[in-house]
């Protein structure tokens, strides 16, 4: 069993940076592939990164460029690192663990509470 508290949201205007964090409960955090996902308003769950236990990583194209996932095993967190915010970027962020290398919101088995990030114009 994994819990997740995700942290580091809020709001900034157009261009602007900010970086979320997730902290893991468990000694097995170092095992798992960590995702991150957002969910923007009446659409659905998309996948925005992740990397996994040897620190590979996978992105989204719309935030390749812009946006850097890291973990540090020792303190069980992983970090988004977000630049050059965009309007569209707007959205509840949510931290998730697979056991396997996936980009699918099904295959999470793990959810955090979610953070707000609200980009303004």
């Known amino acids: 069993q994994v819990q997740l508290v995700e942290s580091g949201g809020g709001l900034v205007q157009a261009g602007g940076s900010l970086r979320l964090s997730c902290a893991a409960s468990?000694?097995?955090?170092?095992?798992?592939?960590m995702g991150w996902f957002r969910q923007a308003p009446g659409k659905e769950r998309e996948f925005v990164a992740a990397?996994?236990?040897?620190?590979?990583?996978y992105y989204a194209d719309s935030v390749k460029g812009r946006f850097t996932i890291s973990r540090d095993n020792a303190k069980n967190t992983v970090y988004l690192q977000m630049k050059s915010l965009k309007p569209e970027d707007t959205a509840v962020y949510y931290c998730?663990?697979?056991?396997?290398?996936?980009?699918?919101?099904?295959?999470?088995?793990?959810w955090g509470q979610g953070t707000q990030v609200t980009v303004s114009s």
């Open positions: 998730a663990a697979a056991l396997g290398v996936t980009m699918s919101v099904k295959e999470y088995n793990f």
């Open positions: 468990g000694r097995t955090f170092g095992r798992y592939t």
């Open positions: 990397i996994n236990w040897i620190g590979s990583t």
